[in-house]
């Protein structure tokens, strides 16, 4: 059976408290499916109450939302690979659309952050997508390839096609990001191709490519159908803990 990851990115949403109430509630109500991942990315003050609470549930783990790319340094309100895989973190978001389009991050600062989080030990999830003028102008692979091409631009030489079996990938519009709008699953099933295509053409036969962008309940059923998304990441239907654990029960 195909193994599935259903990743919640939680945003700047949910303390230690918060997250511990909720995961005691979701670990109580999930029925563990053995071919199913669930991840969460709690804002970087949660992630170690968060890690404590899902430590030795099989198929469970927490991840940052971003890192930096300096394993130390004088640099305020940064967080490094090292210090979030000491907090717990077993993977890291690199280059979300909001890092990307409200913090001002480059494609150069992804390749630096997938190399630092390859190189402690966390999952990059390396989170790629078009704008509406972008996709309007037919230029939605053209924009992806290139974020790709940068996020992964730094890993070393001749390890890359290991490395990239430890890679997620996720898709996600910026447009159907927090909006309402989805892409139809038809829709993202293409550029999940085009991403495959991308990622065998460089021995990435393994990597997990996800859909993000306005998932929820009522849609999970129909993205899951298509074979090409091989999980979900979720933002605001995953901070109701009822709306995950449907969502988590979809498929
Ligand atoms: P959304 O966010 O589900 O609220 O659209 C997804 C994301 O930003 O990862």
């Known amino acids: 059976m195909k193994r599935h990851l259903f990743a919640a990115n939680w945003k700047m949403h949910l303390g ?3 997250a511990q109430e909720y995961l005691a509630t979701f670990l109580r109500r999930y029925r563990n499916r053995p071919e199913r991942d669930v991840w ?6 949660s992630v170690e109450a968060a890690s404590q609470t899902v430590s030795g549930h099989a198929g469970i783990a927490v991840g940052v939302q971003d890192i930096h790319w300096e394993p130390k340094g004088a640099l305020t309100g940064a967080v ?3 210090l979030a895989a000491e907090a717990g973190a077993k993977a890291a978001l690199v280059g ?3 890092r990307r389009h409200v913090f001002g991050e480059t494609d150069a600062d992804t390749g630096r952050k997938v190399r630092a989080a390859l190189d402690h030990r966390l999952t990059p999830v390396l989170c790629v ?3 509406w003028e972008e996709r309007e102008r037919g230029e939605t692979e053209r924009v992806v390839e290139r974020q790709l091409a940068a996020g992964l631009a730094n890993l070393p030489a001749g390890r890359e096609s290991g490395q990239l079996g430890r890679l997620v990938v996720a898709y996600e519009p910026v447009w159907a990001i927090g909006t309402g ?3 139809t699953p038809r ?3 293409l550029v999940h191709r085009a991403i495959r295509a991308w990622l065998a053409a460089r021995g990435a036969v393994t990597a997990c490519i996800l859909y993000g962008g306005s998932v ?6 129909d993205l899951l159908a298509e074979p090409e998304i091989e999980g979900v990441l979720v933002g605001g239907a995953s901070l109701d803990v009822e709306s995950w654990l449907t969502i988590c029960a979809a498929g």
Do not use: Q, R
Request: charged share 20%; hydrophobic share 45%; glycine share 4%.
């Open 129 to 131: 997508g078009e704008k």
């Open 96 to 98: 979300h659309s909001e």
């Open 187 to 189: 829709d993202a099933a």
């Open 216 to 221: 929820n309940a009522a849609n999970i059923a």
């Open 40 to 45: 969460f990315f709690p804002p970087a003050v």
């Open 16 to 18: 230690p408290k918060a």
């Open 181 to 183: 709008k989805t892409a």
């Open 80 to 82: 490094s690979a090292a």
